[in-house]
């Protein structure tokens, strides 16, 4: 069946130092939503890419579609403790759109 | 503010005791889901409905009940809970638009221990 797989499922920077998550789906998807869950939270929303090849920066986060819409990319540069936590991916069933196919998650830890 | 409540948000009860977690959103969303946490598994889906009276099936439903009387609430009803339903539970809501689903807003949660 219709899978989305995260890499990597966790990772441990220093503050300061450069993170990304990268997210592939089995097939094509029509759009891709990026959630961030802190530890203890619920998942918040992140971010909603569409088009292929799309790249979109919040601050720090720049997300990115890949061009055959089969993956995405989640990249923080600089990173801060405020940063923990877990970034899911997510998206539609290719067979039930109103059903999300969600990553595992990959768990982000920083020490200060 | 626009918000998802839960409730309660912990909850240990016994082996077959009948129980159900309220679920309602002030965002006049048609769509409405229930999803379970587990360590190293993610988020699964449990049941989603797509507006009152509507309801369907997600990856995880044996064991669980929804009802979608009103818009804003979807209640999640467990008849008979079973140890392995111990989990943390998330209510999300969100819009429906004919591509798909829109931004989904989630719950605070609700820690379930079943003895």
Not at chain 2, 82 to 91: A, D, G, H, R, V
Request: net charge positive.
């Amino acid at each position: 069946g219709q899978q989305v797989m995260q890499i990597p499922q966790y990772q441990h920077v220093q503050e300061g130092e450069d993170f990304t998550t990268y997210c592939n789906s089995s097939t094509t998807l029509s759009n891709i939503q990026w959630y961030k869950q802190r530890p203890g939270g619920h998942p918040v929303f992140l971010i909603q890419l569409v088009k292929s090849g799309e790249v979109k920066k919040q601050k720090r986060l720049t997300f990115q579609f890949g061009e055959a819409k089969k993956n995405s990319s989640l990249h923080i540069t600089a990173t801060q403790t405020t940063d923990v936590g877990t970034y899911f991916c997510a998206g539609p069933n290719a067979g039930n759109n109103r059903k999300l196919i969600w990553g595992l998650g990959t768990s982000l830890a920083v020490n200060p | 503010e626009a918000q998802v409540t839960q409730n309660p948000r912990y909850l240990i009860t016994v082996t077959g005791k009948k129980l159900t977690v309220t679920c309602s959103q002030n965002m006049n969303h048609e769509y409405m889901s229930w999803y379970r946490q587990d360590p190293g598994l993610g988020l699964r889906q449990i049941y989603y409905s797509m507006n009152v009276e509507v309801t369907d099936k997600g990856d995880v439903p044996e064991g669980y009940k929804v009802s979608r009387k009103e818009k804003r609430n979807f209640p999640l009803i467990l008849e008979s809970p079973s140890p392995n339903q111990t989990s943390l539970y998330f209510c999300a809501s969100s819009l429906s638009p004919e591509w798909g689903l829109g931004t989904q807003y989630f719950g605070p949660g609700t820690r379930l221990l079943v003895l």
